[in-house]
């Protein structure tokens, strides 16, 4: 069964960064599409992003876009969300998650999508 552990929240200043790291055991995540997602108190499970199989093909949210970016390392079963310029609404907690899918170039920033998830990491960007 594949296991997912996030980790690289924190408390950051606006304008700062912080990396999120996604680590999976269990299984390879070479056939997963990998998507970051984000629950703020009061609010539902969004999108943020995700990257197909192959990491060729990426999808932002739009209240993301140009500030925050995700890579994977399949050699090291990690995927990383790099966010930049953050924001205090980017405040919540950062979850990770894994599909299985027959698909090597496409991904869904949809959570029901999703078959596994991490415990989730919080974020906190403020002054």
């Known amino acids: 069964q594949l296991q997912l552990v996030e980790s690289g929240g924190g408390l950051v200043q606006p304008g700062g960064s912080l990396r999120l790291s996604c680590a999976a055991s269990g299984l390879t995540l070479d056939y997963y599409a990998i998507g970051w997602f984000r629950q703020a108190p009061g609010k539902e499970r969004e999108g943020v992003s995700c990257s197909s199989r192959s990491g060729v093909s990426t999808n932002y949210a739009d209240s993301v876009k140009g500030r925050f970016t995700i890579s994977r390392d399949n050699a090291k079963n990690t995927v990383y969300l790099q966010m930049n310029s953050l924001k205090p609404e980017d405040t919540a907690i950062y979850y990770c998650?894994?599909?299985?899918?027959?698909?090597?170039?496409?991904?869904?920033?949809?959570?029901?999508?999703?078959?596994?998830w991490g415990q989730g990491t919080q974020v906190t960007v403020s002054s």
């Open positions: 998650a894994a599909q299985m899918t027959p698909w090597v170039h496409t991904c869904s920033t949809s959570p029901r999508h999703y078959d596994y």
